[in-house]
C-alpha cells in the first residue's frame, strides 16, 4: 500500500479531518487534499519525539495552528485545540500526523493512530 492510501483509507477514511505521513527528518510523504505542514513544522514534530514532554515547553504546531500539547513521549504527541486536536506518532520510518474535529472523540482519534501506528512498526514502516 502507498503512503498516500494510508492517509487517504487508514486516516481521513477512519474520520480525521486531515492528515499526512512524515519522515523522520520531517519531510511530508503523504497528505490528505488541502493540507499542508508549513515551514519547519514537520522538523518541529520530529523533534518531539526526541525527549518525553518536549512537546509541553513548545505546543504542537501543525497547519499554522498552535496546539496545546495533553501528551507527549518519544512514540506519540497528543495536543488540544478548542473542540478538535492532533495525534503524532512516531513509526519505524516515519510520523503520523492526524488533525481531528468535533465529529471525532479524542480517544477514539488516539486509538486509531495508535493502532495504524503499532501495524506500521509490525511491518517496519
Request: aromatic share 8%.
Amino acid at each position: 500500500m502507498s503512503w498516500q492510501a494510508y492517509v487517504d483509507n487508514n486516516l481521513v477514511g477512519a474520520g480525521f479531518a486531515s492528515a499526512c505521513l512524515i519522515g523522520h527528518d520531517g519531510g511530508q510523504w503523504a497528505t490528505s487534499a488541502g493540507f499542508s505542514l508549513q515551514g519547519t513544522e514537520g522538523k518541529g514534530i520530529a523533534a518531539l519525539f526526541a525527549k518525553d514532554g518536549a512537546a509541553f515547553a513548545t505546543g504542537i504546531h501543525v497547519a499554522g495552528k498552535k496546539y496545546m500539547a495533553i501528551k507527549s513521549d518519544t512514540r506519540s504527541a497528543y495536543g488540544k485545540l478548542g473542540a478538535g486536536g492532533v495525534v503524532c506518532v512516531k513509526t519505524s520510518t516515519g510520523i503520523i500526523v492526524a488533525v481531528y474535529d468535533d465529529k471525532l472523540q479524542p480517544g477514539a482519534a488516539a486509538n486509531i493512530a495508535e493502532k495504524l501506528a503499532d501495524y506500521l512498526i509490525e511491518n517496519n514502516c
